[in-house]
């Protein structure tokens, strides 16, 4: 069993920008719809906004960690840590709906509470690299775990905030704004940690491959990474439809919940996620990392199909818990396998590009779901085709890898 105090520096340095990065994300995912909305943009504007967002961050994450690891894994992710800061200070500062668009593109925003931007990629190339082969599906776990913890309470407060300074006399898009304020300030945070990264982080002139024979940093794993990234960009491609900041939007239409009711919700979901990713490593020793991937997945999208037929509140988010009690455990399994089928020399790359497949299925949806949601009778229908796609990649996922096995299962 991982012990956190038994983990490198370098690994206890990467749980703790993980934690600060997802905090972040989980505050910012709460309140952002509602933000926007407040400054005057539209809700068909704002999953275009959101859409593009994500295009943005596909670009900056493929250009940066498939040069991580030939430039240096600490110069880039605080390069990333800067753009995610600048990010925050333009949403802040302009109601400009053209200069949103700009911020959003070039810079680093999450709608959904989860991962954007290089940071999760180099992080897990960086952590595979400083730790050992037999721990790194239980060390992937804490990651998780850590992340969970981290975007839960980042809802939380992301919820309380707004009430906060709407209790002391401000408007409700000034405590919006409060929180998009923190978000900037956390990016900056971010760049300093990362200079305190070490060399082991780092690749050694013995690992580097040749330059000019690897395409986007892929060589020997460039099938294998390449049909994962199809089957990652479908799952996402279904999940785009449900990110946590339409979640939340959706709760708010359907039943009239304030960002503080909804902060609380997101608090209890993403801490059930968290626990989850421990039991996943340990279901994996006994069942191997695919299947535990999909065996707890597929019924997590079930659920998740059954959210908007509830007809009550309280049903409705006893649904949604029991659903995040599972949902995310083929995380930390999904990135322990990805580490385990490539070469150390390829682990930025290929979690980089597995990472970028994700972004650009997740950056289509929400122009659909801002359109659904301007239309009260459609509002439902994110829900099922989010389950219904997230269903056919799992039953898609078992049938390619199953039989693909890291080398700890041989």
């Not at 989860?114 to 990651?143: C, D, K």
């Not at 006399?169 to 956390?186: C, D, H, L, S």
């Not at 690992?207 to 799952?235: V, Y």
């Not at 960002?259 to 191997?288: E, V």
Request: net charge positive; hydrophobic share 50%; glycine share 10%.
């Amino acid at each position: 069993m991982v012990i956190f105090s038994q983990l490198p520096y370098d690994a206890r340095l990467l749980f703790l920008t993980r934690f600060t990065r997802l905090f972040a994300y989980g505050a910012l995912s709460v309140v952002l719809v509602f933000y926007l909305t407040g400054i005057g943009i539209s809700e068909s504007r704002i999953g275009i906004l959101l859409t593009l967002t994500l295009i943005g961050d596909t670009l900056v994450s493929l250009f940066i960690t498939t040069r991580a690891d030939r430039i240096g894994r600490r110069k880039m992710l605080i390069i990333g840590a800067a753009l995610m800061a600048g990010a925050g200070l333009a949403f802040a500062w302009t109601h400009n709906f053209l200069f949103l668009v700009i911020a959003g593109t070039i810079g680093v925003i999450s709608p959904s509470g989860n991962e954007v931007g290089p940071f999760l990629s180099i992080e897990q190339a960086a952590l595979s690299h400083v730790i050992q082969p037999g721990t790194r599906t239980m060390a992937f776990a804490w990651y998780t775990l850590t992340g969970s913890f981290a975007t839960a309470i980042g809802s939380l407060c992301g919820g309380l905030l707004p009430s906060l300074v709407q209790s002391g006399g401000g408007a409700p898009v000034q405590g919006y704004r409060a929180v998009i304020i923190t978000y900037a300030a956390i990016g900056m945070l971010l760049a300093l940690v990362f200079t305190r990264l070490s060399p082991a982080t780092e690749l050694s002139a013995s690992e580097e491959s040749p330059a000019g024979k690897t395409m986007l940093g892929m060589g020997h794993s460039r099938d294998i990474i390449f049909k994962l990234s199809a089957l990652f960009a479908l799952d996402s491609f279904g999940g785009g439809f449900v990110v946590q900041t339409f979640a939340a939007y959706w709760f708010h239409l359907r039943f009239g919940m304030d960002p503080a009711q909804l902060g609380a919700i997101f608090f209890g979901a993403n801490t059930f996620a968290g626990i989850s990713a421990l039991l996943a490593s340990r279901l994996a020793a006994r069942i191997g990392l695919v299947r535990t991937m999909v065996f707890t997945h597929l019924p997590s999208n079930i659920l998740l199909i059954l959210v908007p037929l509830m007809p009550t509140a309280s049903l409705a988010i006893a649904v949604l818990l029991l659903r995040f009690s599972i949902s995310q455990m083929d995380v930390p399994t999904r990135q322990s396998y990805t580490m385990a089928v490539v070469r150390p020399e390829e682990r930025s790359a290929a979690a980089g590009i597995t990472g970028v497949a994700r972004t650009i299925g997740a950056s289509l949806p929400p122009v659909f779901v801002g359109l659904m949601f301007a239309r009260p009778r459609l509002i439902n229908l994110p829900f099922f085709i989010a389950g219904t796609l997230k269903i056919v990649y799992d039953l898609l996922l078992y049938r390619q890898f199953v039989a693909i096995q890291p080398p700890e299962e041989k």
